[in-house]
């Protein structure tokens, strides 16, 4: 949706999410849904060993993109590190495309050839899918410099995470967002263990929120495991990125419920905490709560889509695991581009 115009929101902690009708509700709910689901089916194929590579799920986190893609609009750009799964989803990629991706399977949205961290779909504005940590920001950054200088109105979504936030050229790429005030809105998605070192043992100051003051960038603390707070504060900031006033910050505190990757245990966090997270702050629950205590769904109803949710993830998978790899002539392409464009 066009973000709309709201009043001006200083530096400052996370604030009450607004109130939302039927309709919406029920679009983030199925919006949501899709991201979980499909990470839950997406684990389980790496589990069989058909994902090849590394594979790190956004369960639990699945509230920041939709919100973030539901408060942009639909010729903005976005760019992420390589827990991507959600935000190709979000940028309304074709389920079945995007596990034959992580399969290795030539219908993939990279040809097959990019795998679980290098999901990319130009048609969709969306660039990556990056599993450099960090690596993204400055070409975010790129971007939002060649949508001032073509004179649009587009902006550059950046996401990258709270490990991230300690890299050197993240704040290069701040310093020169700011200089030339371009049209950038940098999301700190803050799952608070990084790699797996919990943020206050990894961060001279957690207030992530903050990291752009001394380069002029105004950021906002928000609640990431609320979909209607991250559709709010993300729709201002993008109005304001808009309409000429240069990049904007903000951090949004969520929480992952699986490890880093496939690959981690996760011994770092006990599974109370882990459990408590699930029980009293999932993003997906709180819609359905909302929808059942407004009056605009019953909970068969709500049954009802997660099954065709479901049903849709299953066939998303069957059809990957169906579809032909990539031809051996594939290796010498997508490597380099002449002035006509082949």
């Known amino acids: 949706m066009t973000a709309a115009k709201r009043k001006t929101r200083k530096t400052q902690p996370a604030k009450a999410a607004p109130a939302a009708g039927a309709k919406e509700l029920g679009r983030y709910l199925r919006e949501m849904l899709l991201i979980r689901r499909f990470e839950e089916k997406a684990g389980q194929m790496y589990g069989m060993g058909l994902v090849g590579g590394f594979c790190h799920l956004y369960i639990g986190q699945e509230a920041v993109v939709t919100g973030v893609v539901d408060a942009m609009d639909h010729e903005d750009t976005l760019i992420t590190g390589y827990r991507c799964h959600g935000h190709m989803l979000a940028c309304g990629a074709d389920p079945r495309q995007v596990f034959a991706e992580l399969a290795g399977r030539a219908p993939g949205v990279s040809k097959g050839k990019g795998g679980s961290m290098h999901l990319f779909a130009v048609d969709r504005n969306f660039y990556g899918g990056h599993a450099i940590v960090g690596a993204q920001v400055p070409i975010g950054?790129?971007?939002?410099?060649?949508?001032?200088?073509?004179?649009?109105?587009?902006?550059?979504?950046?996401?990258?995470?709270?490990?991230?936030?300690?890299?050197?050229?993240?704040?290069?790429?701040?310093?020169?967002?700011?200089?030339?005030?371009?049209?950038?809105?940098?999301?700190?998605?803050?799952?608070?263990?990084?790699?797996?070192?919990?943020?206050?043992?990894?961060?001279?100051?957690?207030?992530l929120f903050k990291r752009g003051d001394p380069f002029g960038i105004p950021g906002e603390q928000v609640d990431g495991m609320d979909v209607l707070a991250v559709e709010a504060a993300t729709g201002e900031a993008i109005a304001r990125c808009r309409s000429g006033q240069g990049p904007r910050l903000l951090e949004m505190q969520t929480y992952r419920y699986r490890g880093h990757s496939m690959s981690d245990p996760a011994k770092y966090r006990s599974r109370e905490e882990v459990s408590k997270m699930r029980a009293e702050r999932d993003p997906i629950d709180q819609v359905r709560t909302r929808l059942i205590k407004g009056g605009h769904a019953?909970?068969?109803?709500?049954?009802?889509?997660?099954?065709?949710?479901?049903?849709?993830?299953?066939?998303?998978?069957?059809?990957?695991?169906?579809?032909?790899?990539?031809?051996?002539?594939?290796?010498?392409?997508?490597?380099?581009?002449?002035?006509?464009?082949?």
């Open 298 to 342: 019953s909970e068969d109803e709500l049954k009802v889509i997660d099954r065709e949710i479901r049903e849709t993830v299953n066939q998303a998978a069957e059809f990957a695991q169906e579809s032909p790899e990539p031809d051996p002539s594939e290796l010498t392409t997508d490597i380099t581009r002449d002035a006509t464009g082949a």
């Open 141 to 207: 950054v790129g971007i939002g410099f060649a949508h001032k200088y073509r004179g649009t109105k587009r902006v550059s979504v950046v996401f990258f995470g709270e490990g991230a936030a300690n890299q050197g050229q993240v704040y290069e790429a701040f310093n020169m967002a700011s200089l030339w005030q371009l049209p950038i809105l940098f999301v700190i998605e803050n799952n608070k263990y990084a790699m797996g070192t919990e943020i206050r043992r990894a961060k001279a100051g957690t207030e």
